[in-house]
């Protein structure tokens, strides 16, 4: 079974610091996909990047990264400049089919001004 | 811009209710899905569906049932609610591609007293 872990119930960071969320997971599938998403405090839930399995080269999206390690089936979540907005809930999902995908517990992230 | 609607923010619901949650998307998505969010054990799936008609059993389909009549309608049925079914529960729907990822609704906060 695909299990998602993440293990930091809640961060905080400083506005316009960097803030690494973390995400591991286990699976012996060899090709899937990750996925980071937020979720505001007005609920509607966004993706924020995604990752797939064979592609080595970690994804980007502005100021959002990933560093993406398929040996150690970790996934983690680098945002940088936070900035108020940032402020959410954070899920990091994994999917090999396109009918199941498996959420973490989620990562509340508070960011001070 | 499209979307995914849930046609209730928050419901409360007495105890042995038949309660229906409905959502509607507008962007010709094949799968819908219905999850359960709850505070430390992030989304769990309930039930899905990847055509008109179909339906599959998630990870806790029990209490639940499920009707999808057309494409763009996806409803989820509590026969009998029960307190511990007290949750957030967010729509979602998807292409039947595995990047694509999925768009959520906005959530339904159901209170049974």
């Known amino acids: 079974a695909q299990t998602v872990t993440q293990s930091q119930p809640e961060m905080s960071v400083q506005e316009a610091e960097t803030v690494t969320l973390s995400c591991t997971y286990d699976t012996s599938e060899s090709d899937y996909y990750l996925f980071w998403y937020k979720q505001p405090p007005s609920r509607q839930m966004i993706l924020v990047i995604r990752q797939e399995a064979y592609k080595q080269q970690n994804a980007t999206e502005n100021r959002f990264s990933v560093n993406f390690q398929k040996a150690a089936k970790s996934f983690s979540l680098k945002i940088s400049d936070s900035q108020l907005g940032d402020a959410a809930m954070y899920f990091c999902a994994f999917e090999y089919n396109n009918n199941d995908m498996r959420f973490g517990a989620g990562t509340r992230l508070t960011v001070k001004p | 811009d499209v979307k995914v609607t849930q046609s209730s923010r928050y419901l409360v619901k007495r105890t042995g209710e038949k309660v229906f949650l409905e959502c509607v998307q507008d962007?010709?998505?094949?799968?819908m899905f219905w999850y359960r969010q709850d505070p430390g054990l992030g989304l769990r799936l309930i039930y899905f569906s990847y055509d008109v008609k179909m339906k599959e059993k998630g990870d806790i389909p029990e209490g639940y049932s499920v009707s999808r009549e057309k494409k763009e309608r996806f409803s989820l049925i509590l026969e009998s609610a029960s307190t511990n079914q007290t949750s957030m529960y967010l729509c979602?729907?998807?292409?039947?591609?595995?990047?694509?990822?999925?768009?959520f609704g906005s959530g339904t906060r159901l209170t049974v007293v």
């Open positions: 979602a729907s998807s292409l039947p591609v595995l990047d694509y990822g999925y768009t």
């Open positions: 962007m010709d998505h094949e799968n």
